[in-house]
């Protein structure tokens, strides 16, 4: 099992900055790819970046390149989503993901989740 706790999360002017964090603890492995997912009310939760723990091999959806930067602390088995010049179609409540084999950007592919952290854009 492993567990996933997000943070950072909050409310931010559009054009603004925030940075979310994700701990993971119990079974991780290096290899494993880490996502953050985000949902907004009534709408399905969605892709928005990954990271291949191994060799840091990152991925983006299309709505967040430019903008976004996932990246990773390995002392701390942390990954962190930059976010920059936030929209308020940004707002949502932002999930990490685990999954242990390759990489994915369906939701149902990831095998952990965390709890979420709500990240608000106002205009």
């Known amino acids: 099992q492993v567990q996933l706790v997000e943070s950072g999360g909050g409310l931010v002017q559009a054009g603004g900055s925030l940075r979310v964090s994700c701990a993971a603890s119990?079974?991780?492995?290096?290899?494993?790819?880490m996502g953050w997912f985000r949902q907004a009310p009534g709408k399905e939760r969605e892709f928005v970046a990954a990271?291949?723990?191994?060799?840091?091999?990152?991925y983006y959806a299309d709505s967040v390149k430019g903008r976004f930067t996932i990246s990773r602390d390995n002392a701390k088995n942390t990954v962190y989503l930059q976010m920059n010049s936030l929209k308020p179609e940004d707002t949502a409540v932002y999930y990490c993901?685990?999954?242990?084999?390759?990489?994915?950007?369906?939701?149902?592919?990831?095998?952990?989740w965390g709890q979420g952290t709500q990240v608000t854009v106002s205009s």
């Open positions: 990271i291949i723990w191994r060799g840091s091999s990152i």
């Open positions: 119990g079974r991780t492995v290096s290899s494993i790819t």
């Open positions: 993901a685990a999954r242990l084999l390759d990489f994915a950007t369906r939701k149902d592919a990831y095998d952990y």
